[in-house]
């Protein structure tokens, strides 16, 4: 199974993007999907993840700011981020988790959110 994203990009504090990741090419047992990022020098954190079982999961530094949603029938995931600040600069990274416990990665896209 491949995740590819899309969406990165540089914008001014203040701003919005919105990520997509599509699952593609595998076995659609899907339980949740997830975004994280890695800025530089920081391990990787969870940003915001989507659960059929339990629904949705922010981190609390973006919760009210950022969205995270799906389109089940696509096995795609967004994240609206609104409200952008220099400190959501990082990697961003789509992740998948299916219920026999095997779990994927996107490749990553940079925002970079200038000040």
């Known amino acids: 199974e491949r995740l590819v994203e899309s969406g990165g990009g540089l914008v001014q504090a203040g701003g919005s993007l919105r990520l997509s990741c599509e699952a593609a090419?595998?076995?659609?047992?899907?339980?949740?999907m997830g975004w994280y990022r890695q800025a530089p020098g920081k391990q990787r954190e969870l940003v915001a993840r989507?659960?059929?079982?339990?629904?949705?999961a922010y981190a609390d530094s973006v919760r009210g700011r950022f969205t995270i949603s799906s389109e089940r029938g696509k096995n795609t995931v967004y994240l609206q981020m609104n409200s952008l600040k220099p400190e959501d600069t990082a990697v961003y990274y789509c992740?998948?988790?299916?219920?026999?416990?095997?779990?994927?990665w996107g490749q990553g896209t940079q925002v970079t959110v200038s000040s």
């Open positions: 992740s998948a988790d299916h219920w026999d416990g095997s779990n994927f």
């Open positions: 090419g595998g076995n659609f047992s899907i339980a949740a």
């Open positions: 989507i659960s059929r079982r339990t629904g949705t």
